[in-house]
């Protein structure tokens, strides 16, 4: 069993930064993809920005240029540094992770993921 736990959220106006981070405990060895998904009020939850174990992310088109995600394997830790935060970004957001998978590591692979933290909301303002 995996546990995460997101931090960071907050509120912001337009244009201002944020960083979430993702605390992963239990047997986090067997973790493989980690990823930040969001779901805004009335709306579908999202895929934002997925991150393989050693090499290799995914960023969703809408946060590209403007997100970044990272991990740090050793302190068993992902982050999500959002710049030129809109409005739009407004939403709670997601920290994921699951095990090896024949499924690419990717973020619109939402449902192939195994943990969820309890999420961190996000409120960007005009």
């Known amino acids: 069993q995996v546990q995460l736990a997101e931090s960071g959220g907050g509120s912001v106006q337009s244009g201002g930064s944020l960083r979430l981070s993702c605390a992963a405990s239990?047997?986090?060895?067997?973790?493989?993809?980690m990823g930040w998904f969001r779901q805004a009020p009335g709306k579908e939850r999202e895929g934002v920005a997925t991150i393989q174990r050693y090499v290799g992310t995914s960023i969703a088109d809408s946060v590209k240029g403007r997100f970044t995600i990272s991990r740090d394997n050793a302190q068993n830790m992902l982050y999500l540094q959002m710049n030129s935060l809109k409005p739009e970004d407004t939403a709670m957001y997601y920290c994921?992770?699951?095990?090896?998978?024949?499924?690419?590591?990717?973020?619109?692979?939402?449902?192939?993921?195994?943990?969820w933290g309890q999420g961190a909301q996000v409120n960007v303002s005009s």
């Open positions: 239990g047997s986090t060895s067997s973790i493989a993809c």
């Open positions: 994921a992770a699951r095990g090896a998978s024949p499924y690419s590591c990717t973020y619109d692979r939402g449902p192939t993921f195994v943990y």
